[in-house]
């Protein structure tokens, strides 16, 4: 049986409420209802009102005040056409309507493998409002592990998949984090991204996915010891965006980051766990 210090296991109690809390916040991941890209020709979409399109460049909103939209960061009511310029992945929270204060539903504008869509967050998504928390595996002590990080001379850029197949992403490889796994007698390597302040990032795929787990899952790490050491805690394994709702735009692990191995640790898949 895997035991742990109580001081460990209530850091990662601490750690999971943290990661719930952040879920359930508001407009967050959860109350994600659609995922549509804009057309040249001025239309109707599903689930917000206005007539919406692109130029390629620009995108445009056209709307009258009985449509009930208002600008997300100044509460002005859209009145006629107004526009927006985004940068490829970037995303802007634009308007909003619906509910007893007019902000039920936010529209987010994005920017993904440079062409622009809609998302819609809608406040009262059942996803949202029934959430109570992702279903986890018990801590496992024995999966967190000591990794050793080989950084490459220059980061190396490597195109991926994402969960939406009409968007390609790009995972900038920094270098790999070399570790052993119990019952093992082979090294693993993942390759990793580098975050804030020397922070690491690994997504992978392992034998628990489709089973217990989402298709692929991200572990992040400190930034690496001065002689290359790093903490690789399995336990703190959590999903992407897009094991809660099919609207996602989440990366893919790179090709050769899949472990020959059930990483029984972290999140479990919300759709399918018990």
């Not at 902000?103 to 987010?108: A, D, G, P, S, T």
């Not at 490597?158 to 984090?177: K, M, Q, S």
């Not at 336990?235 to 472990?259: D, E, Q, W």
Request: with cysteine; charged share 25%; net charge negative.
């Amino acid at each position: 049986m895997n035991t742990a210090p109580d001081a460990i296991v209530e850091r990662w109690n601490r750690f999971r409420a943290n990661r719930n809390k952040a879920l359930a916040g508001d407009y967050g991941w959860l109350t994600l209802t659609s995922f549509q890209w804009l057309e040249t020709q001025p239309a109707a979409v599903d689930l917000a009102p206005g007539l919406w399109s692109t130029d390629g460049t620009t995108a445009f909103l056209t709307a009258g005040a009985a449509d009930g939209l208002t600008l997300v960061d100044s509460g002005q009511p859209v009145d006629g056409t107004i526009s927006a310029v985004l940068a490829d992945e970037e995303s802007l929270m634009w308007v909003q309507f619906g509910g007893d204060d007019g902000k039920q539903v936010v529209v987010e504008l994005a920017m993904r493998a440079d062409k622009y869509a809609i998302r819609t967050r809608d406040s009262k998504s059942p996803v949202f409002t029934e959430f109570d928390g992702v279903p986890t595996f018990e801590y496992r002590p024995d999966l967190v592990v000591e990794a050793s990080f080989r950084a490459y001379p220059e980061p190396v850029d490597v195109p991926i998949g994402t969960a939406n197949p009409l968007v390609d992403g790009v995972h900038r490889t920094v270098g790999e984090l070399v570790f052993r796994l119990p019952g093992k007698d082979h090294e693993f390597h993942l390759q990793a991204e580098e975050e804030k302040l020397g922070a690491l990032t690994v997504t992978f795929h392992d034998e628990t996915n489709g089973d217990s787990t989402d298709d692929w899952r991200k572990v992040s790490t400190a930034k690496p010891r001065p002689d290359g050491s790093v903490v690789l805690d399995f336990n703190r394994a959590i999903n992407y965006p897009s094991a809660f709702t099919p609207y996602g735009t989440c990366p893919m692990p790179v090709k050769n980051n899949s472990l020959d191995y059930r990483i029984e640790a972290g999140e479990k898949d919300p759709m399918i766990a018990d």
